[in-house]
């Protein structure tokens, strides 16, 4: 007689929501009130952008992630656009350079000073205009330097080089109706699309060609949302025709019929979903929930697995969500979500509970790194790449961010160290490749530094080589002991 296993087996079947103490909150922040269905928020491992009240105008804060507590109402903001700001997003390539959209129909670009705003900050690197109505929706090329994306109420889709500044492709007949959101696919060489019209589309942008269209995905009016996961599969969320709230999971090979369909509750706020990549689970959190769910997307029925539900008092008015490489790996964190209220910011904490202290790797997959995979001429030539991976077991240090500039022939700066002349990609503008380096007037001064710098050198990478082997002694012994408990040894 065989027994129908009951529980199924998942390492992240006890993940927990926490919020932080009070005075790790971000206090007195004057979050939006405009009427958009955007996240309002977007963080990154060194800052934490919300967009705020503004008179005469829209702005958004950009506060260091270690500046916590009392917001002054006087702290400087980013204050460039003319009308309200509908969406901002970080670059994932470079932690300094934010994107944003407003109703004053234009895209802006900024290059946020290294240490955070000590003034405010009223002229962008870029402007981008193109869209003849306020812009909703701005989203970066996951792999190739400098592409972004841009969705209007003028139901058109535009892409840009930042770096020069200019168009690179204009959709503008493949959706009738409002364009809720837009999510790329892992590699950058399609998105998908959800619409007010109730269609999910998946587009292929170089070539202006819809690749699969699924109408009525969510048959209910209220807004609906599609994003990518990575591989390859789209995951929606919208209403039903009695407006209960639904999940689906699609096969874009096969559109017909959902892989997967699941009812929630019957509230109205549109569901944002956050995806993990590397651990393929979906944070799910409604606008003006004051809850988070997540689950567990594989490859075994039915596809989409509940986890559990992060619940508070509080409701939502918008959330942003930490990149993996922003994470405590020591503390098994495994997500770190801003939540937006009235008047405050409040980190969320997803953590696995697990006795050991070592660095998981179960956990931590190699995620994708600053670096870019692709310039903007490779991608628009045609090449794809996947994102480049960087491991998160040693304590990862970005390099440092050089300053953004954008000319008509130049591309935006980047956080990679600057090549040697020799080096230099041909056809790269010299004003592009040049760096201007101050030599210190003191020599004598200067060699003893370097002296000093080179004994602390050696002893960081002597330090280093000793951790990497009890590291790895540790590993083994770890190994031995799982063997002995599984009764193998």
């Keep these: 007689m065989s027994f129908r296993k009951v529980v199924r087996q998942s390492k992240f079947r006890h993940v927990f929501g926490q919020p932080v103490k009070n005075d790790q909150c971000y206090e007195d922040i004057r979050v939006s009130r ?32 270690s500046k916590t507590g009392r917001i002054d109402k006087a702290y400087p903001t980013v204050c460039g656009h003319t009308g309200p700001v509908l969406d901002i997003d ?100 399609l998105f998908c699309s959800a619409c007010k019209d109730k269609s999910v589309r998946i587009i292929d942008p170089r070539r202006g060609a819809l690749v699969a269209e699924r109408e009525k995905a969510h048959e209910g009016a209220r807004p609906m949302r599609a994003i990518f996961l990575a591989d390859g599969k789209v995951f929606t969320t919208g209403f039903s025709r009695m407006s209960e709230r639904q ?42 929930d004051s809850s988070i769910r997540y689950f567990e997307i594989t490859d075994e029925p039915p596809y989409i697995h509940f986890l559990n539900t992060f619940t508070s008092k509080e409701p939502q008015r918008g959330m942003g969500s930490m990149p993996k490489r922003g ?20 980190p969320i904490v997803m953590t696995v509970p697990r ?49 953004l500039k954008v000319s008509r022939r130049n591309v935006l700066s980047d956080s990679r160290p600057a090549a040697a002349p020799s080096s230099a990609r041909p056809g790269a503008s010299t004003s592009a490749a ?18 000093k710098l080179e004994e602390v050198m050696q002893e960081l990478r002597a330090l280093r080589a000793l951790v990497k082997e009890q590291g790895e002694r540790i590993g083994r012994l770890e190994e031995q002991l799982g063997r002995m408990e599984n009764g193998d040894a």
């Design 434 to 451: 040049s760096i201007h380096t101050t030599v210190p007037s003191g020599s004598l001064a200067g060699a003893a530094e370097a002296g």
């Design 327 to 346: 994470l405590e790996v020591s503390k098994c964190e495994i997500a770190r979500f801003y939540k937006l209220h009235e008047r405050k910011c409040e």
């Design 355 to 403: 006795k050991s202290d070592l660095f998981q790797d179960d956990l931590y997959p190699d995620t994708a790194g600053p670096e870019a995979a692709l310039e903007a001429e490779e991608w628009v030539s045609g090449q794809d790449a996947s994102p480049i991976l960087i491991s998160l077991r040693e304590a990862y240090v970005p390099s440092k961010q050089r300053d």
């Design 34 to 65: 405009v009427t958009w269905d955007s996240t309002f928020c977007a963080v990154n491992p060194k800052f934490l952008a919300v967009i705020v009240e503004a008179s005469g105008g829209g702005a958004f804060l950009v506060l260091p992630l």
């Design 90 to 189: 970080w670059c994932p390539h470079n932690d300094e350079v934010i994107a944003s959209g407003s109703e004053d129909c234009t895209v802006m670009v900024w290059q946020i000073p290294e240490n955070g705003l000590t003034s405010p900050l009223t002229e962008p690197v870029a402007v981008l205009e193109g869209h003849t109505k306020r812009v909703g929706i701005v989203t970066w090329h996951p792999t190739a330097r400098n592409v972004l994306l841009s969705a209007g109420c003028d139901n058109v889709v535009l892409i840009w080089n930042v770096g020069t500044a200019e168009e690179l492709y204009r959709l503008d007949s493949l959706h009738p109706d409002l364009i809720y959101n837009v999510s790329w696919n892992r590699n950058g060489s």
């Design 247 to 288: 999940l689906a999971l699609w096969d874009p090979e096969n559109l017909e019929e959902p892989m997967a369909l699941q009812e929630l509750d019957s509230s109205n706020g549109a569901l944002l979903p956050f995806y993990d990549p590397d651990t393929g689970v979906v944070y799910v959190c409604g606008k003006g």
